[in-house]
């Protein structure tokens, strides 16, 4: 790995936490050369996952996709990174767990959505408001008023 510094690749690590899914690792590493510290993190190659999308087209899964998708949503409101984070993996997770290698991009959607609707309200809304296509206002005032109701 490359000090972001000065770009030397001697190293060490000084800490390394494994994810709660066990599907990402943490370390924690200083440059050997100038003595920066920073972070990386390693995480388990998904293959050959296929998202199938409404109109029917298939997609290799993008991670990343997922992650500025649910990243925009949270803008600026006080949700961290690691949340995304650890949001991301757990829908992956529990997706592969459901689907053997092709998953409905609703399947994702109503996912993220759950997981959203937890975390921060206005990012849920957010969220929705692109996944379901709002097409008017009446639309969006009927998500925010089922949000006062308890989830079955």
Do not use: W
């Not at 996952?49 to 600026?76: M, N, P, Q, S, Y």
């Not at 990174?81 to 991009?105: G, R, Y």
Request: net charge neutral.
């Amino acid at each position: 790995m490359r000090c972001p510094k000065c770009t030397s690749i001697e190293d060490k690590v000084i800490d390394s936490r494994i994810s709660k899914e066990g599907s990402t690792i943490r370390r924690r590493r200083e440059c050997m050369e100038c003595g920066n510290r920073f972070t990386t993190t390693e995480m388990l190659v998904r293959e050959d996952l296929v998202v199938i999308k409404r109109d029917g087209r298939r997609e290799d899964f993008d991670r990343e996709k997922l992650v500025r998708a649910t990243r925009a949503a949270c803008h600026k409101r006080p949700v961290d990174v690691e949340q995304i984070t650890m949001l991301v993996e757990d829908v992956i997770d529990i997706l592969e767990a459901q689907f053997e290698s092709e998953i409905p991009s609703r399947a994702i959607g109503d996912a993220v959505m759950e997981r959203l609707r937890r975390i921060d309200q206005v990012a849920y809304v957010r969220f929705a408001s692109i996944y379901k296509q709002f097409r008017d206002v009446a639309e969006f005032m009927q998500e925010i008023n089922a949000l006062d109701k308890p989830k079955q």
